[in-house]
């Protein structure tokens, strides 16, 4: 099992940035590939962005491509999602999501452990 808590979401100004993190405990986190989904107010779960532990491979949706950058430090648990050039449509619950396949999924099915949530709210 992996237990994953998100944090750092918040209200930011459209041209903005955010850093959000997910802690991982449990089951050895440097195996997992890690990903960060968002879900707005009825929208489906989109994906975001994902990394792979051992080449450090990194995707992302393009609607994010050039603004985000997700990022892990094992020796911490830790994943992150850099934010910039935030834009109202941004606005939505950020989650983190554990996959321990070795491909870098864009489908929400495929992960296996999720985090509660952290709300991001990006104001015009």
């Known amino acids: 099992q992996v237990q994953l808590v998100e944090s750092g979401g918040g209200l930011v100004q459209a041209g903005g940035s955010l850093r959000v993190s997910c802690a991982a405990s449990?089951?050895?986190?440097?195996?997992?590939?890690m990903a960060w989904f968002r879900q707005a107010p009825g929208k489906e779960r989109e994906f975001v962005a994902a990394?792979?532990?051992?080449?450090?491979?990194?995707r992302y949706a393009d609607s994010v491509k050039g603004r985000f950058t997700i990022s892990r430090d094992n020796a911490k648990n830790t994943v992150y999602l850099q934010m910039n050039s935030l834009k109202p449509e941004d606005t939505a619950v950020y989650y983190c999501?554990?996959?321990?396949?070795?491909?870098?999924?864009?489908?929400?099915?495929?992960?296996?452990?999720w985090g509660q949530g952290t709300q991001v709210t990006v104001s015009s």
């Open positions: 449990g089951r050895t986190f440097s195996s997992y590939v």
């Open positions: 990394i792979r532990r051992g080449d450090g491979s990194t």
């Open positions: 999501a554990a996959d321990n396949s070795l491909g870098l999924n864009t489908i929400a099915t495929m992960y296996d452990y």
